[in-house]
């Protein structure tokens, strides 16, 4: 039994189509995978049919973009009904966030000596509902400015950089309750990987804990074996689901591929029993 639950499609910045994504994820062999778009749900029909036709189970979720003491920490939620008008319209308010930024993007590496337009950076984003600073990245590699994504990000795009410019994000906790409210279940994405270490010790995934969290992503690359083994005893002391992924977006991240990192089948059943739960009360006198 192989589970990934964090995959991106070109819906967001990955570069698979729904549909592709959750074909591969059949080729590689895996029996249940998770969409988890940034801040969209725009994803779910076409991978929740090609999963039929594939033999694969899809997981309709989502990677929410939240922030916690200023520090961006990603979200990742399964299973909320996507007609929860309160959670829709947060990331509603998140994507026209990212979107209003581009212009100003472009401006700052304009003002840098890189002519770009708010358009070029688009036209990187075709199919995508969610544009983000890949798209950005992109639109630098086709000008010539950068060779890949992670370069863009290291001179230009990671926070502190000229390039960066903060987006609309809901509060961590607020967005765990929405999750929630939504019949959904919540882990945090990442925890100590690049970014979100400082706003996430201990104390505070005690404190997201005791306040709804549900599971915190253990087993993603941006953590090294010591952490991935500090971060199981955390999730193990707080009743949390530890859960491992490969964040794929295809050509876009390289080192992520399908499968890469997994979830073991008894945290999966853990974690899915909560959604059934939360969905359904009854469910557990059952
Ligand atoms: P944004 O959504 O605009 O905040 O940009 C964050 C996205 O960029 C996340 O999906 C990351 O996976 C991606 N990202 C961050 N750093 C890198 C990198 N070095 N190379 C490629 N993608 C990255
Ligand atoms: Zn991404
Ligand atoms: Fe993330
Ligand atoms: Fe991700």
Known sequence: MRIDLHTHSSVSDGTDPPAVLVRRAAE??????????????????????????????????????????????????????PGFQPLAAELAQVRADRRARLRRIAGRLTEAGMPLTEDE???????????????????????????????????????????????YA?????????????????????????????????????ELAANGLDGIEVDHEDHDSDTRRELADLADSLGLVATGSSDYHGTGKVGHDLGLNTTAPEQWERLSGLARERRDPGVRQA
């Open 121 to 167: 950076i688009l036209a990187q984003a075709a199919v995508a509902s969610t544009v983000g600073r890949p798209h950005v990245a992109d639109a630098m590699i086709a000008k010539g400015y950068v060779r890949h994504r992670g370069e863009a990000f290291a001179r230009w795009l990671s926070e502190g950089r000229a390039g960066y410019i903060p987006k």
């Open 28 to 81: 590689v062999g895996l029996d249940i995978v998770a969409l988890t778009d940034h801040d969209t749900y725009d994803g779910w029909p076409d991978a929740l049919e090609a999963g039929r036709g594939a033999g694969v189970e899809v997981v309709p979720g989502v990677e929410i973009s939240t922030r916690l003491a200023g520090t961006g920490v990603h979200l990742l939620a399964y299973f909320v009904d």
């Open 170 to 206: 809901p509060d961590t906790f607020r967005a765990v309750e929405l999750v929630r409210a939504a019949g959904g279940v919540a882990v945090v994405a990442h925890p100590w990987g690049r970014g979100s270490r400082e706003a996430l010790d201990p104390a505070t995934v005690a």
